[in-house]
């Protein structure tokens, strides 16, 4: 089965439409004709994944903002941003966020804490403040969402290139535009099922648009969703996403 790295938890899926579209961070792209070649070799659809551009937050914003003045008369939620500085505690929240609100997914593998404690250290450098928030319910987590400025826009002005001469002139520059990205990529939104009905995922949807995309002027993508997943699928073209690439994920029985 693949192509997956390691697990659904990292770059997976053969991208098979949207090839007109450059690939955002932590993407996978490929030229169209892989996929005659996979499916050559007797590989078939075990599932397809997409990804959704946003490109007006105007129509989002004003559909959110009523779902959440609704919700907030009968939610107890608290959405706060994630704590940049206590990296290390709010990981494990998002942690066990995630392999709750995960676990019946198709191809779900539960974080172990040293994939989480990897994964943090890598994003470290990245996140920037608004771009993460955490919703619980008293002291309990209850949901998170997470997006990241998308680097690959810098990356291919800098030829793919860190360092130059030995010196870390292309990182520095990279990490010094990172606030200046106005293009970004939402990787993560996942709510607990016991707190699905309280209308946090909006919430949290509605937060990461306003922080981002209204006072940033920050345009980009949200991926990527399960091709069954009805009720998110439905709930993006709702507030006005568009679906614009698709990526596929084969298996062949042995």
């Known amino acids: 089965m693949g192509p997956i790295d390691y697990s659904t938890n990292y770059v997976c899926g053969l991208l098979i439409d949207g090839f007109q579209f450059p690939p955002t961070i932590l993407t996978a792209h490929n030229p169209s004709y892989y996929r005659h070649l996979i499916e050559g070799c007797g590989f078939t659809k075990a599932k397809d994944w997409y990804a ?3 490109a007006d937050p105007a129509k989002a914003v004003a559909h959110l903002r009523r779902l959440a003045t609704r919700f907030n008369r009968r939610c ?3 959405i706060r941003p994630a704590n940049l500085r206590n990296l290390r505690d709010e990981s494990r929240r998002l942690r066990e966020i995630y392999n709750r ?8 593998v539960p974080f172990t804490e040293a994939e989480i404690e990897f994964m943090t250290n890598e994003l470290k450098p990245l996140l920037v403040p608004g771009f993460a928030w955490i919703a619980e319910m008293g002291s309990q987590p209850a949901g998170f969402i997470l997006a990241l400025p998308d680097i690959n826009v810098v990356l291919r002005d800098l030829n793919g290139r860190l360092t130059r001469f030995g010196l870390p002139i292309g990182l ?5 535009y990172k ?12 709510v607990v099922e016991e707190y699905r009905r309280y209308g946090i995922a909006e919430m949290l949807v509605l937060r990461v648009i306003e922080e981002t995309m209204i006072k940033r002027g920050i345009t980009g993508e949200m991926s990527m969703t399960l091709e069954d997943n009805f009720m998110i699928n439905r709930f993006l073209e709702a507030i006005g996403a568009q679906r614009y690439k698709t990526y596929r994920i084969y298996s062949k029985s042995t």
């Open 101 to 108: 609100a995960w676990e019946r997914n198709w191809g779900f």
């Open 76 to 78: 107890a939620a608290t």
């Open 179 to 190: 606030k200046r990205i106005y293009k970004g990529r939402l990787i993560a939104l996942g």
């Open 52 to 54: 959704w551009w946003f």
């Open 172 to 176: 520095i520059k990279l990490l010094s």
